[in-house]
């Protein structure tokens, strides 16, 4: 089977915010104090948490190396290879910074991006935020002031809408990000954004470890309700937690490069088991840059909890449905390179799955992207390939 003439749409890319974005967007006021660009020379500082997917220190340095490093309060973040390394060839990867003139346009352009898209043989393209805001926005969770914090959550998302969506022919599907802070405030934005036509916002995997209460404690039930009621469907890509599981300190970092999707694991068990989507019937959820093959064997064993324990159990009384039952409608997952998954689709669920090319990151199949959807679903049929590679990501995610 040819894959030739399917466009891929990819529910997992990334936008490189542009040094401007902020600047152009926040109030005069706050121009110097808000996010913004500085070049300069220093080096990594590598005294950090290995269980954490949070920044790594910088620290200036005149005998460093060049980069480009977001400023915004206390907090600086360098631009990063890994985060900015399509064309890189993996020999040449490296935990260091770039700046923005290393870069490929198509990183943080519109018009480039397009071009680059139409290399690889993307139809369209979600973008989660790249490192700077965090994939869920976590960057102003973790801001002091949090008036600043929200303006700079509507400039993203106005960015987003207004640059980056508008005028792309529909081939950019905006994602929005919310300030997690706040239901109030995250319940207004939604609605802000839906009402423009957004059909995504995106959402911590594991609200707990960033300090936010969980999805079991009833604080996010009227966000919930209002991505229910307004269409709109919750992506969490894969470190949107700001932690992982490590085995231990010491460990090889290819062991927690391998372990990565077990958060995504826990994110999908914890939604089964809530009872959410029993209360929130056409909520949905999608998982970014988790891979599937972990996903029948899960289902396997929370459907035999449910049954063996449901006489003592309290998922007994909040969900009256064998938890594989809620994932058909209510489960959604993103792979890259998974092909012992897309074996075992009978068990996942044609409907459930979706391949993405993750550019501009490490981890992208750019400019092979078309090659990589060959190989990821040889044996599939045309009609079921169709599905994984695109319209499965565009029923749920192009805007209304």
């Known amino acids: 089977m040819s894959t030739d003439g399917i466009g891929i749409v990819s529910p997992d890319d990334h936008l490189v915010e542009p040094p401007e974005l902020w600047r152009?967007?926040?109030?005069?006021?706050y121009r110097e104090s808000g996010p913004r660009v500085v070049r300069e020379r220093g080096r990594m500082a590598f005294d950090y948490d290995p269980n954490s997917s949070s920044d790594l220190k910088w620290e200036t340095a005149e005998d460093g190396a060049w980069g480009d490093v977001w400023y915004y309060e206390n907090m600086r973040s360098p631009q990063l290879l890994p985060s900015c390394a399509a064309g890189t060839p993996q020999d040449q990867m490296a935990l260091r910074p770039i700046t923005f003139d290393e870069m490929r346009p198509g990183f943080y352009r519109q018009r480039e991006r397009l071009?680059?898209?139409d290399i690889a043989g993307v139809e369209a393209a979600v973008c989660f935020p790249n490192p700077f805001t965090r994939f869920c926005g976590q960057r102003f969770l973790a801001a002091t002031d949090k008036d600043l914090a929200l303006l700079c959550v509507k400039a993203y998302n106005d960015f987003m809408l207004d640059e980056w969506w508008a005028g792309s022919q529909g081939r950019l599907i905006p994602l929005c990000v919310i300030p997690l802070w706040d239901t109030k405030l995250a319940i207004a934005e939604v609605e802000r954004v839906a009402a423009r036509g957004v059909r995504?916002?995106?959402?911590s995997e594991l609200p707990s470890n960033l300090g936010l209460p969980s999805i079991h404690s009833g604080h996010w039930d009227e966000l919930f309700a209002t991505c229910d009621r307004s269409g709109v469907s919750l992506m969490m890509h894969i470190g949107s937690s700001s932690k992982f599981l490590i085995t231990s300190t010491d460990a090889p970092d290819a062991v927690r490069a391998a372990v990565t999707p077990i958060n995504s694991a826990m994110c999908m068990i914890d939604w089964l088991a809530s009872g959410l989507f029993e209360r929130f019937p056409s909520l949905k959820i999608i998982l970014a840059e988790c891979e599937i093959g972990w996903i029948p064997f899960f289902l396997q064993k929370l459907d035999r909890i449910w049954d063996h324990r449901r006489s003592w159990n309290e998922m007994g009384d909040t969900v009256p449905r064998p938890p594989s039952e809620y994932f058909r409608d209510h489960v959604f997952c993103c792979f890259f390179d998974d092909r012992f998954g897309v074996?075992?689709?009978?068990?996942?669920?044609?409907?459930?799955?979706?391949?993405e090319t993750d550019y501009p990151h490490q981890d992208t199949s750019w400019p092979d992207s078309r090659k990589a959807a060959a190989i990821q679903t040889a044996g599939l049929s045309a009609d079921v390939a169709e599905k994984v590679l695109r319209t499965n990501a565009l029923r749920l995610l192009q805007p209304v």
């Open 115 to 117: 071009a680059d898209m």
């Open 24 to 29: 152009d967007r926040l109030p005069a006021k």
């Open 343 to 355: 074996e075992n689709i009978q068990h996942i669920g044609e409907d459930n799955i979706m391949f």
């Open 200 to 203: 995504a916002i995106s959402f």
